[in-house]
């Protein structure tokens, strides 16, 4: 079973905004260890309390939090961003 990556618009924004650098280290980051991957768990960790279904995945000083369906079997990024101010 292999995963597929989705990308909020949200997150795409967000994307946009952030340095060339970092989009391009972000993106090669989920290439390599999200996109067709067997078991997205494994590189993340889960968020606890009313965020217990978010994943968050750590890449340098910056976090990207995602949804990982199962039945669809997609990982859905839903917001990316430097660790000081992605959970506020």
Not at 57 to 69: Q, T
Request: hydrophobic share 40%; proline share 1%.
């Amino acid at each position: 079973m292999m995963y597929h990556v989705e990308i909020s618009d949200h997150a795409l924004k967000i994307f946009k905004k952030m340095d060339k650098q970092i989009t391009t280290l972000i993106f090669a980051w989920i290439s390599k260890h999200l996109e067709n991957c067997e078991n997205p768990r494994v590189h993340g960790k889960g968020l606890a309390a009313d965020k217990k279904d978010i994943w968050r995945y750590r890449i340098g000083d910056y976090r990207l939090l995602a949804h990982i369906f199962n039945d669809r079997i997609v990982i859905l990024v839903i917001d990316a961003g430097h660790r000081r101010d992605i959970y506020k």
